[in-house]
C-alpha cells in the first residue's frame, strides 16, 4: 500500500504541510482599489474580482480608497491583517513611480507587501503629429540627435513621462518634455500640430491613429499588439531590452501565509487567461503577461523600482 508522506504525518500526530488547495476563505474578500470608481485600473479590478468571486466560491468586494496618486489605498493594504482577506490593486505609480521619485511614502513597495500575481499591462508608444515628417521610429531619433525636439506626455511621474526619459537617456535624444494634465490634454495639442509628438497609451491614442490624425512610430511594450500589429516595438528596432509598460497586479500585506499566496497566484492566471476576460481587455486596451509565480512577480516589482530610480536619478525628476 502507498501511503503518501502526507499521511504519514498525520499518523504521527504532525502538521502536514499546507497545499494551495487547502486555503478555502470562508467569507467575503476586500480588494482595495487605490483610485477613483471608473478609471482603468478599477474597472480592471472589478473583471479580475468577478473571476476570483466565481472560482473562490466567495465575493470579492472593490473598495474604492483613493487618494494620494494610490498611496492612500496601498498604505491601508500595507497595514491590513495579512490573513488573504484584504487585498491589493498594485500599480505602477504608488509601487514604483512615487518611491524611485522620492515620495515620502508610509510604506515599502518591496518589504511592506506579498506579491501575488500581475493581471494586467498597459501598451505605450510613441505617437506623432502626421505632418512631423517622420514615418518611422528611426526617422524620429534621427531628428532628436540633431535638434530639440519638444514631446509630451500625461504628467510628471507617469507610466509615459519615465519611459520617454529612459528613451531619451538611452539614445542619448535632445528632447524637451512637456508634462500635461492627463494623457487627453497632451492628444489634443498633439493633435492641433501644438507638439510634434507624444508618449502615450495605446488606447488612448488609437482613435486618432484610426482618424488619420495622428501617426504611431513603435509600441513600447515587449511584443507588437494586436491593435497595431503593423506598428514595430522600440525592443525590435532599437534597443533590445526596452520593454515598458503600466501594470496592474495583486498583492497583500507582507506576510501573507504562503498557501494563501499560492492559490491566490493561481487563481489569477487561471483568470488572466479566460476568453471572458480577455475580451473585455481587449476592449479597453490592456493585455495579460506570461503566467508565473508569486516570487516572479515580487522579482519584477523589485526590478521596476530599481530601474525607475535610476531614471529619475539621471533625469533629477523629483516628487514635488
Do not use: C
Not at 504521527?12 to 494551495?20: D, I, Q, S, T, V
Not at 481587455?281 to 515580487?298: I, N, S
Amino acid at each position: 500500500m502507498r501511503i503518501t508522506r502526507r499521511a504519514a504525518l498525520a499518523a504521527l500526530g504532525l502538521p502536514a504541510p499546507a497545499l494551495a488547495q487547502d486555503w478555502a476563505p470562508n467569507r467575503a474578500l476586500k480588494l482595495v482599489v487605490p483610485f477613483p470608481p471608473g478609471q482603468a485600473s478599477d474597472i480592471a479590478s472589478r473583471i479580475v474580482a468577478e473571476q476570483l468571486s466565481r472560482r473562490l466560491g466567495q465575493p470579492v468586494v472593490i473598495e474604492n480608497r483613493g487618494g494620494g496618486g494610490g498611496a492612500i489605498g496601498m498604505e491601508a493594504v500595507a497595514r491590513a491583517t495579512p490573513d488573504g482577506y484584504t487585498l491589493g490593486n498594485a500599480a505602477f505609480g504608488p509601487m514604483t513611480a512615487f518611491p524611485a521619485m522620492g515620495s515620502n511614502l508610509t510604506y515599502d513597495p518591496v518589504r511592506d507587501f506579498s506579491a501575488v500575481a500581475p493581471y494586467g499591462f498597459v501598451p505605450l508608444l510613441w505617437v506623432a503629429h502626421p505632418g512631423a515628417g517622420w514615418n518611422t521610429i528611426e526617422d524620429f531619433v534621427s531628428s532628436a540627435r540633431t535638434r530639440t525636439i519638444e514631446w509630451g506626455s500625461g504628467g510628471p511621474g507617469t507610466t509615459q513621462h519615465l519611459a520617454g526619459e529612459w528613451f531619451r537617456q538611452r539614445l542619448g535624444l535632445r528632447l524637451n518634455h512637456v508634462a500635461y494634465r492627463g494623457s487627453a490634454a497632451a492628444i489634443v495639442d498633439l493633435v492641433a500640430g501644438t507638439i510634434p509628438v507624444m508618449m502615450d497609451s495605446v488606447a488612448s491614442a488609437l482613435p486618432h491613429i484610426r482618424a488619420g490624425r495622428a501617426k504611431p512610430l513603435a509600441v513600447t511594450y515587449g511584443t507588437r499588439v494586436s491593435w497595431l500589429p503593423e506598428v514595430p516595438t522600440v525592443k525590435e528596432r532599437l534597443l533590445e531590452d526596452f520593454e515598458v509598460s503600466g501594470w496592474l497586479g495583486l498583492v497583500g500585506p507582507a506576510g501573507m501565509p504562503a498557501p494563501v499566496v499560492t492559490r491566490l497566484n493561481a487563481l489569477v492566471n487561471e483568470a488572466t487567461a479566460d476568453p471572458a476576460l480577455l475580451a473585455r481587455y481587449q476592449e479597453m486596451g490592456l493585455v495579460t503577461g506570461a503566467p508565473g509565480g508569486p516570487d516572479e512577480f515580487a522579482g519584477f516589482i523589485a526590478g521596476q523600482l530599481q530601474r525607475w530610480r535610476q531614471v529619475a536619478r539621471d533625469a533629477n525628476i523629483r516628487m514635488e
